[in-house]
Structure formats: structure tokens, C-alpha cells
């Protein structure tokens, strides 16, 4: 059977089509942009196309952050200007029409930022933290360094920083400065932050060593009111437990940038192609299965929030999750969770795999939008793809369809389709 499912994607698999239009004629689509409802509408119409017993929209309360122009950043060295090239972090509120102009002061870490906490008032604070490239799951270097990402802008502010810049969450050799989520302790005044390529860091860190240097900085961002959005579902019902759920998702919306290909296009076109590849095959699950377009992943997890909380307030038994959230590149392992017993059965299926690339199930958790399953009883299981370009691309203008390969891609919804039809036949 999972040889017939490789057979139907590699030879007939929409996906890579499916990503093309979703980058090209979407395009970027944070929450609550114009791009945004635009791929809701495109994905229910795919969901109901690629065969769903039904498709729908729920609804889900989503923030709306707006970049609200270029962002800019300009370095003056004695009399010498440079101008940088920034992107705000997303949920970065803006430095006003003025801008902000100071001195800046480079740390290396917060145990750094401690040590030099009495002169960080009025200035702006340089993160140069750098990626781990000793990890080599690229994720962990991630995991380890987003924190300045994520939590910086308000450390900083702690010790009366003006702003923060920091240096961007990746190894790669160019110097596209990636943006995401930021979150402001609301204790201490919310300043603005942007991020800044390598190139640029390294750079700003070799001057700093010899001179001082002011920065003046514009940004742009700020919050309108929260506003309505939707995960998009689609549904091939059960034969035997139609009350029992299997979700396969991915999230649908996507930084502003790029074209959101990597990050998430993969996983949403990964999940589509589940269901269509099943639908080809005349394949009837025993059990319900729901594909998800997960909304807000990126800057609030607002609608894997909202449909765990649905499945609750229905009483759903929901007994298995897949998030496809590591871009598209060919799966290396799958990450799963549950019990003992339930991690036993799952891995004596992994030789099944091996034929496809898949050599390991490490424990892990679920994508973040499938993680609020757990607390309901479900199994959740993440697709670990080949990590080491992730974070080339990962929410930088570079993360576009070219950035993806038909066969990696098609790989990673072979494993899914494999993975969901045998917790779907045996059960856990
Ligand atoms: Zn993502």
C-alpha cells in the first residue's frame, strides 16, 4: 500500500503545481492581509477540488500587525553613512515619523547584556548572538538563538535600550535579514526591532571593535483591531470510526517578505496532496480524516488554539496529529509523541519507511499548531525534514517556490500519506 502511495505522488502528484500558485498567485500572506483571505479562499477551493467529503471555514479571532512600509536603518561612522538592510520583527511597533537615532552597543548574548546593563540606557542594542553551527539539526541552532528574537526587544528595554537590532536566525551567506515574531513583556516599554543579515552584522560588529557608531532607525509596524479569520478544513469521513479524528495540517499563513514557500507552503501543499493522492486511489479511511490550513501560526497561534478548542467543546476524539512545518525538503525522520506503548507500535512500522528516506522517529512533539491536541488525548507527530537550508530561507525574502525541489517536496507527502494510512488501518 505505501508503495502504491509513492507510485500515485511521484507520478501524479499536484503538489509542486499547488505551491507554484499558492507563492506566485498568493504570495505572502501574514495574518489578516489581503494575501491572507486570499489563501483561505484558494485553499477551501483546492481542499473541495482534491476531493473532500466536505470542506469549510471556522472561524477564529486573528491579531493584525501591518508592516506599514520600509523599514530603514542607516549606520553614521564619523562622517560616513550606510545604510543597512532591515526588516522590522514581526509584532515590532514602529519608531515613530522621527525615527530613532543613538548610539549602539553591541552585545553578545544576554549574560552579556547583564554585565553592561548601566550602559544601555538611550542606546540601541545590537544582538550579534550567532547561530550554533555546531548543532547539526539546524533547528536546535534555532531553538537556541531565537530567544533574541523573540524576547530581546524587551530585555533590552529593561535597562532603557531605545530600540534593538538583531542579528538574523540562520548560517547562511548572504545577507537577507530574516523576520518573525517577536513578543514585548508589557512590564517594560515595548521599543522598536528589526533584524539585520549576516553580512551586515559582521560588519557592524568589526566597525563597533574600532569606533563608536549611531544608528538611526525607522520602522513602521503597529497593531490594527484583532479581526476574523479561519482555518481552512477539508474532510474525508470515516467508514468505520466516523467519530474518531486524524488531523493532517500545516499552517497557511506565512511572513511578509518571501513567498512563504518553504515556510509553510510545503506543509499546506504536503497536506492537500494527502487527500488527493488517497482520493486517487479510491482509498476509504476507517477513520475521519480532517487536512487542516492552520491560520496565524506565525504571530499568535491563534488557530491551532481555536481548533483543539472546538474539537473540545464537541467532544471529538481526536486519536493522531501530523504537522508538516519544516519546509520541503526530503523527510529524514518522523517525530512522534504518545505513550510508550503507542511510540512502540509506531516505530515497528519505521522499515516501512526506509525505502522513502525516513531512517528515524525520534520522540518529539507536534508542529505547534497540532501541540493543543495533546491535552485532548491525541498522538502528535511532526514530518523532520533535511534541515541544513531551512534557515537559508526561513521568513526572508528568499523563502520563494525556487527555493523548492518536485521530488523533496513529494517525498515529504509520501511519508505523511504513509504515516496517516497506518495509524488509520491498526490504530494506536
Ligand atoms: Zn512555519
Same mark, same amino acid.
Not at 178 to 186: I, P, Q, S
Not at 255 to 282: F, N, S
Not at 355 to 379: C, N, Q, S
Given at each position: 500500500m505505501i508503495r502504491r502511495i509513492a507510485d500515485e505522488i511521484l507520478l501524479h502528484s499536484k503538489a509542486y503545481e499547488n505551491l507554484h500558485d499558492l507563492a506566485k498567485n498568493v504570495g505572502q500572506r501574514l495574518s489578516a492581509s489581503p494575501g491572507f483571505y486570499k489563501a483561505e479562499q484558494w485553499g477551501l477551493r483546492l481542499l473541495q477540488n482534491s476531493g473532500a467529503d466536505k470542506a469549510w471555514l471556522q472561524e477564529c479571532m486573528i491579531p493584525h500587525w501591518v508592516r506599514g512600509g520600509k523599514d530603514q536603518a542607516i549606520v553614521n561612522i564619523s562622517s560616513k553613512k550606510k545604510e543597512l538592510d532591515v526588516l522590522a520583527l514581526g509584532n515590532s511597533l514602529r519608531t515613530g515619523t522621527n525615527g530613532v537615532s543613538a548610539n549602539v552597543i553591541e552585545v553578545?548574548?544576554?549574560e552579556d547584556l547583564e554585565k553592561k546593563k548601566d550602559s544601555i540606557k538611550g542606546k540601541i542594542v545590537f544582538y550579534n548572538y550567532k547561530f550554533n553551527s555546531t548543532f547539526i539539526n539546524v533547528f536546535q541552532a534555532y531553538g537556541d538563538a531565537v530567544r533574541y528574537r523573540g524576547a530581546g526587544a524587551s530585555q533590552a528595554a529593561k535597562y532603557g535600550a531605545s530600540a534593538v537590532i538583531v542579528r538574523s536566525m540562520t =548560517?547562511?551567506?548572504?545577507?537577507?535579514?530574516?523576520?518573525?515574531?517577536? $513578543?514585548? @513583556?508589557?512590564?517594560?516599554?515595548?521599543?522598536?526591532?528589526? =533584524?539585520?543579515?549576516?553580512?551586515?552584522?559582521?560588519? /557592524? @560588529?568589526? &566597525?563597533? $571593535?574600532?569606533?563608536?557608531?549611531?544608528?538611526?532607525?525607522?520602522?513602521?509596524?503597529?497593531?490594527? %483591531? +484583532?479581526?476574523v479569520g479561519h482555518n481552512v478544513i477539508g474532510e474525508l469521513?470515516?467508514?468505520?470510526?466516523?467519530?474518531?479524528?486524524?488531523? *493532517?495540517?500545516?499552517?497557511? @499563513?506565512?511572513?511578509?517578505? !518571501?513567498?512563504?514557500?518553504?515556510? @509553510?507552503?510545503?506543509?499546506?501543499?504536503?497536506?492537500?496532496?494527502?487527500?488527493?493522492?488517497?482520493?486517487?486511489? !479510491?482509498?476509504?479511511?476507517?477513520?475521519?480524516?480532517?487536512?487542516? #490550513?492552520?491560520?496565524?501560526?506565525?504571530?499568535? /497561534?491563534? !488557530?491551532?488554539?481555536?481548533y483543539a478548542e472546538e474539537a473540545k467543546t464537541k467532544n471529538e476524539k481526536h486519536i493522531f496529529?501530523?504537522?508538516?512545518?519544516?519546509?520541503?525538503?526530503? *523527510?529524514? %525522520?518522523?517525530?512522534?509523541?504518545?505513550?510508550?506503548?503507542?511510540?512502540?507500535? /509506531? $516505530?515497528?512500522? #519505521?522499515?516501512?519507511?526506509?525505502?522513502?528516506? &525516513?531512517?528515524?522517529?525520534?520522540?518529539?512533539?507536534?508542529?505547534?499548531?497540532?501541540?493543543? #491536541?495533546?491535552?485532548?488525548?491525541? &498522538? *502528535?507527530?511532526?514530518? +523532520?525534514?533535511?534541515?541544513? $537550508?531551512?534557515?537559508?530561507h526561513h521568513h526572508s525574502p528568499i523563502d520563494i517556490f525556487e527555493a523548492v525541489n518536485k521530488r523533496e517536496l513529494e517525498l515529504g507527502a509520501i511519508s505523511m500519506a504513509a504515516i496517516v494510512y497506518l495509524v488509520d488501518k491498526y490504530g494506536l
Open positions: 553578545a548574548s544576554f =548560517a547562511s551567506t548572504d545577507n537577507n535579514p530574516h523576520t518573525g515574531a517577536l $513578543r514585548y @513583556d508589557t512590564t517594560f516599554p515595548q521599543i522598536p526591532a528589526v =533584524a539585520i543579515g549576516l553580512k551586515d552584522a559582521d560588519w /557592524l @560588529d568589526s &566597525v563597533l $571593535r574600532q569606533k563608536k557608531a549611531t544608528v538611526s532607525l525607522k520602522t513602521n509596524g503597529h497593531f490594527l %483591531a +484583532d479581526t469521513a470515516g467508514t468505520e470510526f466516523p467519530g474518531e479524528y486524524i488531523t *493532517v495540517g500545516g499552517h497557511l @499563513d506565512s511572513w511578509d517578505p !518571501g513567498e512563504g514557500a518553504q515556510d @509553510d507552503g510545503a506543509g499546506v501543499v504536503h497536506t492537500i496532496e494527502v487527500l488527493r493522492a488517497y482520493k486517487a486511489m !479510491g482509498y476509504q479511511p476507517k477513520h475521519t480524516i480532517r487536512f487542516v #490550513l492552520f491560520a496565524n501560526e506565525e504571530n499568535g /497561534l491563534r !488557530g491551532g488554539a481555536k496529529a501530523i504537522e508538516s512545518d519544516g519546509g520541503g525538503f526530503g *523527510v529524514q %525522520a518522523i517525530e512522534i509523541g504518545g505513550t510508550i506503548a503507542q511510540k512502540l507500535k /509506531l $516505530r515497528s512500522w #519505521l522499515p516501512l519507511f526506509k525505502p522513502y528516506g &525516513v531512517y528515524d522517529m525520534p520522540d518529539g512533539g507536534g508542529g505547534t499548531d497540532i501541540e493543543p #491536541l495533546k491535552k485532548i488525548g491525541a &498522538v *502528535v507527530s511532526e514530518l +523532520d525534514p533535511n534541515s541544513q $537550508r531551512y534557515f537559508d
